[in-house]
């Protein structure tokens, strides 16, 4: 099992960005997937996740990410818009075998990491 997140960079305030991960070694459909990050200072935190149907974000996320699956390329996506200087850090995508209890504020209970990929918002 392996998950590539990517698309990171530098970017202004109020700047997007779309992050992407690709799988391999299971099927995407059939996992729990989400994205968490590390912010400097700051314990790791969840930023969205999606299982059994539903997307769930939070408020870091609200109305600002848009979390999206391509089942077929075995990739999910984090379309970032209005970035802020606090979303500075290393994003990082994990899955989950479909059942696995874990929690989306913090990413415990998910079974497969990936590297991150640094973002970075910067004026």
């Known amino acids: 099992v392996q998950l590539q997140a990517s698309g990171g960079g530098l970017v202004q305030p109020g700047g997007s960005l779309r992050l992407s991960c690709a799988v391999s070694?299971?099927?995407?459909?059939?996992?729990?997937i989400g994205w968490f990050r590390q912010v400097p200072g700051k314990e790791r935190e969840g930023v969205s996740s999606?299982?059994?149907?539903?997307?769930y974000y939070t408020d870091i996320a609200k109305g600002r990410f848009t979390m999206s699956r391509d089942n077929a390329k075995n990739t999910v996506y984090l379309q970032m818009n209005s970035l802020k200087l606090e979303d500075t850090g290393v994003y990082y995508c994990?899955?989950?075998?479909?059942?696995?209890?874990?929690?989306?504020?913090?990413?415990?209970?998910?079974?497969?990491w990936g590297k991150g990929t640094q973002v970075t918002v910067s004026s």
């Open positions: 994990a899955a989950a075998k479909p059942g696995t209890d874990y929690d989306g504020n913090t990413g415990h209970g998910m079974e497969y």
């Open positions: 070694g299971f099927t995407l459909a059939d996992y729990y």
């Open positions: 999606s299982s059994d149907g539903s997307t």
